[in-house]
């Protein structure tokens, strides 16, 4: 991985894991010469496309990196597949106390309670209509209030090739839960009438028996309401004192055994034609292979972009191109 793991990540990792994402973000603002730090393959066997949006490669970045949209350029120039921006609420939110992210570099983890900080949909719009983005730019939005998440998707719509319901449906981890999938059956059916993109719905993974159960329900309701297809999955929620609010989902390389299993198991229920976005632990181009394999068509990835760097899409893209 270059000079990111002998320098980048060190200096990085000196700094708290917010501040280090702020000056990363800086340095995305500049004009660095990001196709060449990203070295994304431009082969075009890696080229898919997913619920009717052509992508050059499948390699996509997921939500929650760029809150605000600011950085698409800079992202979709390193190589992504598509960026997903967001998550965006309809009114700005300054998410939860810090800290609120921690690392966990044994494990290649991290552990987030950010509560979903971002400047609110009508901001993000005016920030996304003043970009240009090299690849399509997927626009995350929260799982609120129906006529709330109706607004935002209405602002956002216009500048997303497609849109990401962030379901964050807490319930699932304890097994069914009947209000959950009314809920989502009403949000999904309200969202898919109101845009002409593909609406993607991104669940929560599922760790024991009871969580399948229902997961693989709400992603047939998704599927039934009109959804375009899932992303699975979102973190998973853990506790840990190094957060203050004592508790946070947990991201990267922890969750990875489960990421393919998921990924088989939504996709067998889902029919196995319904596109899906792996998403959990992704760092290299054999897991990239692995969730392929088990029926996804992009995957996406966040905790390897902190520990590998800017080179992971090149990483994999080349990777998947050497092992086809
Ligand atoms: C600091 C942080 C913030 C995140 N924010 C969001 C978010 O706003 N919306 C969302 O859908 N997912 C969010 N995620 C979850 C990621 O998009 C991804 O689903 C999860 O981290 C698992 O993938 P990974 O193991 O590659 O990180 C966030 C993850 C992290 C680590």
């Given at each position: 991985?270059?000079?990111?793991?002998?320098?980048?990540?060190?200096?990085?990792?000196?700094?708290?894991?917010?501040?280090?994402?702020?000056?990363?973000?800086?340095?995305?603002?500049?004009?660095?010469?990001?196709?060449?730090?990203g070295g994304a393959s431009t082969d075009?066997s890696l080229a898919v496309?997913l619920?009717?949006?052509?992508l050059r490669n499948p390699v996509g970045l997921a939500?929650?990196f760029?809150?605000?949209?600011?950085?698409?350029?800079?992202l979709g120039?390193l190589g992504f597949g598509y960026v997903v921006?967001?998550?965006?609420?309809?009114?700005?939110?300054?998410?939860?106390?810090?800290?609120?992210?921690?690392?966990?570099?044994?494990?290649?983890?991290?552990?987030?309670?950010?509560?979903?900080?971002?400047?609110?949909?009508?901001?993000?719009?005016?920030?996304?209509?003043?970009?240009?983005?090299?690849a399509p730019?997927f626009?995350?939005?929260?799982?609120?209030?129906?006529?709330?998440?109706?607004?935002?998707?209405?602002?956002?719509?216009?500048?997303?090739?497609?849109?990401?319901?962030?379901?964050?449906?807490?319930?699932?981890?304890?097994?069914?839960?009947?209000?959950?999938?009314?809920?989502?059956?009403?949000?999904?059916?309200?969202?898919?009438?109101?845009?002409?993109?593909?609406?993607?719905?991104?669940?929560?993974?599922?760790?024991?028996?009871?969580?399948?159960?229902?997961?693989?329900?709400?992603?047939?309701?998704?599927?039934?309401?009109?959804?375009?297809?899932?992303t699975?999955?979102?973190?998973?929620?853990?506790?840990?004192?190094?957060?203050?609010?004592?508790?946070?989902?947990?991201?990267?390389?922890?969750?990875?055994?489960?990421?393919?299993?998921?990924?088989?198991?939504?996709?067998?229920?889902?029919?196995?034609?319904?596109?899906?976005n792996a998403c959990?632990?992704i760092f290299t181009p054999g897991d990239v292979r692995?969730c392929l394999?088990?029926?996804a068509t992009t995957v996406q990835v966040y905790?390897s972009f902190?520990?590998d760097?800017p080179g992971i899409v090149g990483m994999l893209t080349r990777g998947i191109v050497?092992?086809s």
């Open positions: 991985m270059g000079w990111y793991s002998a320098v980048g990540r060190r200096a990085f990792f000196a700094l708290s894991p917010e501040a280090s994402h702020r000056v990363a973000g800086r340095m995305l603002s500049l004009p660095l010469p990001w196709v060449r730090i075009p496309t619920a009717g949006i052509p939500a929650g760029d809150k605000t949209g600011a950085h698409v350029d800079a120039a921006v967001g998550t965006f609420t309809r009114e700005p939110r300054k998410g939860n106390p810090s800290p609120r992210i921690a690392r966990f570099p044994r494990q290649r983890s991290m552990v987030n309670s950010m509560g979903l900080p971002n400047p609110g949909a009508e901001a993000s719009a005016t920030t996304l209509g003043a970009r240009t983005a090299p730019v626009v995350s939005i929260a799982d609120e209030p129906r006529d709330a998440a109706v607004a935002t998707l209405e602002l956002l719509s216009p500048h997303a090739a497609a849109i990401e319901l962030n379901a964050s449906c807490p319930n699932v981890e304890w097994g069914r839960d009947g209000g959950d999938e009314a809920h989502l059956a009403e949000l999904v059916k309200a969202l898919a009438d109101r845009t002409d993109r593909p609406l993607f719905v991104k669940l929560p993974p599922f760790l024991t028996d009871a969580a399948r159960d229902g997961v693989l329900a709400l992603a047939r309701v998704a599927q039934d309401a009109g959804a375009a297809g899932i699975c999955s979102n973190t998973h929620p853990v506790a840990t004192e190094r957060l203050a609010s004592g508790k946070g989902g947990l991201s990267g390389r922890a969750l990875w055994p489960h990421t393919p299993k998921i990924v088989a198991a939504v996709a067998q229920a889902t029919g196995g034609a319904f596109p899906v959990g632990g692995a394999d088990a029926g905790t902190i520990y760097g050497a092992h």
